[in-house]
């Protein structure tokens, strides 16, 4: 079992940044791929970012298009933390995020393929 806890999330104005935090408690937390994805008023759950575990080739890293070149993520398997910094913030990037783990070393984009969620945080971006 993985426990996820999110943290972070706030009010920003447009083109300001902010940074969450996913904390994980549990065994074998570095093989797995740790993923951001985010969920928008009124619209489905979609994916932002994520770390392969170990396990696979190497740790990579993937974004949605929406956001490369502004979140950065990061992975610190001795803290327990992935974290996920998000610069120049749109009003679009206003939504619930949530972290997610994949027994999968690789991981995806789909969110039905993780395992273990938080409860998210939430992050408003105003114009």
């Known amino acids: 079992q993985v426990q996820l806890v999110e943290s972070g999330g706030g009010l920003v104005q447009a083109g300001g940044s902010l940074r969450l935090s996913c904390t994980a408690s549990?065994?074998?937390?570095?093989?797995?791929?740790i993923a951001w994805f985010r969920q928008p008023p009124g619209r489905e759950r979609e994916f932002v970012a994520r770390?392969?575990?170990?396990?696979?080739?190497?740790?990579?890293?993937y974004y949605d298009l929406s956001v490369k070149g502004r979140f950065t993520i990061s992975r610190d398997n001795a803290k327990n933390t992935v974290s996920l910094q998000m610069d120049s913030l749109k009003p679009e990037d206003t939504a619930i995020y949530y972290c997610?783990?994949?027994?999968?070393?690789?991981?995806?984009?789909?969110?039905?393929?993780?395992?273990?969620w938080g409860r998210g945080t939430r992050v408003t971006v105003s114009s």
């Open positions: 997610a783990a994949d027994e999968n070393s690789y991981g995806s984009t789909l969110w039905t393929d993780y395992d273990y």
């Open positions: 549990g065994r074998t937390y570095d093989r797995y791929a």
């Open positions: 770390f392969t575990g170990i396990g696979w080739n190497g740790v990579r890293t």
